[in-house]
């Protein structure tokens, strides 16, 4: 029986051993985190570096051309949808559903979309076009001015 027991210890031991080996060997010794980094510098140097007219002003929520005609766009951190139901037309409205607060997730056929329990809204006032929820997103005071859009 002693000499199972130092069996078992020697197999749980090596199996520890290896699994140590396997996670140094698997994280590279910090040479690919180095990798990893500049890659992740990389892919967002363009984004730094891009033209100024590319992304909105400081304060503006959006460019107008960021707004498709007939669909939207969400802004997760602002919780605002804005719509362009049609050409020039730019509404804004609260992003969270109606119904249980839940975040909209998409702006898809003419429709801003709740994903927790389906609730529809329309893209040019915000109306509930299919439930469960009662009522329409609140309405955002926006301004467009030139290309940019921002909060009234």
Do not use: W, Y
């Amino acid at each position: 029986m002693g000499n199972d027991l130092q069996s078992r210890r020697a197999v749980i031991a090596g199996v520890g051993a290896s699994g140590l080996a396997l996670a140094v060997t698997a994280c590279g010794g910090g040479t690919d985190t180095a990798q990893d980094a500049g890659t992740a510098a990389e892919s967002s140097a363009p984004q730094s570096s891009a033209p100024e007219s590319s992304a909105p002003q400081a304060g503006a929520l959006a460019k107008t051309a960021d707004i498709p005609v007939g669909g939207g766009t969400i802004l997760k951190d602002q919780k605002i949808v804005i719509t362009q139901p049609t050409e020039g037309d730019f509404k804004a409205f609260s992003a969270l559903c109606t119904h249980k607060g839940c975040p909209v997730a998409s702006v898809e056929g003419g429709s801003i979309v709740c994903p927790c329990h389906g609730s529809k809204f329309a893209i040019a006032d915000g109306a509930v076009t299919d439930g469960p929820a009662e009522k329409p997103l609140a309405a955002q005071e926006i301004k467009v001015d030139g290309d940019q859009i921002t909060l009234a």
